[in-house]
């Protein structure tokens, strides 16, 4: 997976790899020869991981069934992507093929499946909790998928049936299912996909509360190994190797200086020098589910003076904001009135009004995807839920200064909000262990 941020990075690393040279001939194979021994220190955690059951999946399609009632629903279609493995464990990749599970309100699912991949199909389905009697209904290349979609619904008798259509379906798939299937009413899935996945059950929780861990320690081992002269994309290489160490896979994107200010980076080559303002965002996948942790933080000491002083406000700023946010969050909160809470913090400190410094919304709902419902972000009046999980990121963003960032990962308890990792606590020691 390559997340939009690091998706910047990669795309100036051609360009800025003719001009690197290495540090010093000691240092000039670092990742090849040897890690540096913060990042050399981390032992894998693969073991702490416990995979997501047959019997969890099933219970969430009895979950998406009765969602379905509730809205009028009486199936719905998935694609390739994560809706389709949370609620099979299937990860397909099709392309421009159709592979698709249909999932009645009552009644049992089918699929549609190239015929030449009907193998790969039926290795897969095999551990879905469908897997013992799969109904696969397969099309030749010169045949459509969509009529065999059609049948099968006709075949459930939801010929005219209100079918919901999971938000991430590309145009072409919709579109030949309408046609094949034109009376049929096509709708969204997403009061049921969403309305499911939002909701965490406690090893989702524990899944996401170790990608947290697990990213917060691959952050704190690269800080304890970055010196002077570094550029961001070799400390984007220590990142890489700290999650090898660590036995998941993950990434990040890394700004210096005035590219923090850019919420989401640029690809301009960029080096750390002694009191460098640094931010690093994204993370890491544990048994499909994600963490999202940015951290901020200077090398070495603040600056003195009036712009080093401006560079902790800024920071304890946008600390309170996510302490706030942390406050305000709880159940039947509705979504934006978290992100309004934190944002008068800033506003209140100067940084106002609006989007002018804190350019973006308080968060985004996270799980299986990075981004995913709900969103934490004015004008949503959705309320809250136990068991709800998204990021809290409030942050202050001076154009052609600096940004600071801060974001953890944040679950809704029955009594409040908690955060998956501690908020850092300085700009001098982000990881509270000096």
């Not at 960029?270 to 994204?282: L, R, V």
Request: proline share 5%.
């Amino acid at each position: 997976m390559i997340s939009r941020r690091r998706f910047v990075g990669i795309t100036g690393i051609a360009a800025a790899t003719a001009s690197l040279l290495p540090l010093d001939a000691a240092h000039a194979n670092t990742l090849d020869s040897s890690l540096p021994p913060a990042i050399a220190a981390l032992k894998s955690r693969k073991s702490e991981a416990t995979p997501i059951t047959r019997e969890e999946r099933a219970g969430r399609q009895e979950h998406a069934r009765e969602l379905m009632a509730e809205n009028s629903l009486d199936a719905i279609v998935l694609m390739e992507g994560t809706s389709l493995k949370y609620f099979t464990g299937i990860r397909w990749w099709g392309g421009e093929r159709m592979f698709a599970l249909v999932l009645p309100a009552k009644g049992p699912s089918y699929y549609v499946c190239p015929a030449f991949e009907e193998g790969r199909a039926r290795e897969l389905i095999a551990d879905a909790p469908d897997g013992a009697n799969p109904d696969i209904r397969t099309w030749q290349e010169d045949e459509s998928p969509y009529r065999l979609l059609a049948q099968g619904l006709k075949d459930r008798s939801l010929t005219s049936g209100r079918i919901g259509i999971e938000e991430t379906t590309r145009f072409v798939f919709s579109d030949g299912m309408a046609k094949a299937a034109s009376r049929a009413t096509f709708a969204s899935a997403t009061p049921v996909t969403a309305g499911c996945r939002m909701i965490k059950s406690a090893q989702e929780i524990a899944l996401m509360r170790l990608a947290a861990k697990v990213t917060l320690s691959a952050y704190e081992a690269v800080y304890r190994s970055l010196r002077e002269g570094m550029t961001q994309h070799q400390v984007s290489e220590l990142i890489d190797a700290a999650y090898k160490q660590l036995g998941f896979p993950g990434e990040a994107s890394v700004q210096v200086d005035a590219y923090t200010a850019l919420p989401h980076g640029s690809a301009t080559p960029q080096t750390i020098h002694e009191g460098s303002i640094i931010m690093i965002d994204d993370g890491c996948t544990v048994e499909g589910y994600q963490s999202d942790i940015t951290r901020t933080f200077v090398l070495g000491k603040v600056p003195s003076g009036p712009a080093g002083d401006k560079m902790k406000k800024v920071f304890e700023t946008v600390h309170r904001a996510q302490a706030t946010a942390l406050a305000t969050a709880r159940p039947r909160v509705e979504c934006g009135a978290v992100d309004a809470a934190a944002r008068k913090v800033i506003t209140d400190a100067g940084y106002g009004p609006d989007y002018k410094y804190f350019t973006h919304r308080l968060g985004h709902g996270l799980g299986m995807d990075g981004h995913e419902w709900p969103y934490l972000v004015r004008g949503n009046t959705a309320k809250l839920q136990a068991n709800v999980t998204t990021s809290n990121e409030p942050g202050i963003y001076i154009g052609g200064e600096f940004g600071i960032r801060l974001e953890d990962d944040m679950h809704i308890t029955e009594s409040g909000g908690e955060l998956f990792t501690p908020q850092s606590p300085s700009l001098e020691d982000p990881f509270g262990r000096a």
